[in-house]
């Protein structure tokens, strides 16, 4: 995955992988800072996911 490309919260959740609530709460807590688009949706890059990844203890899912 290329760090410019962005993804939405469903696709984000099933890289992780998790549900979109866990990304949500990672958010909440500082973990991932996924920018916002115009219309307020999160679009998460790979360090997100990554990071993601790490604190959930997944870091050694594969990426797509």
Not at 47 to 53: N, S, V, Y
């Amino acid at each position: 995955m290329n760090s410019s490309t962005y993804r939405g919260i469903s696709d984000a959740a099933h890289l992780v992988p998790c549900a979109e609530g866990t990304l949500r709460a990672l958010e909440r807590r500082g973990i991932i800072t996924p920018i916002r688009d115009s219309a307020g949706r999160r679009l998460f890059v790979e360090a997100d996911i990554l990071a993601a990844r790490q604190h959930l203890g997944r870091a050694e899912q594969a990426t797509a």
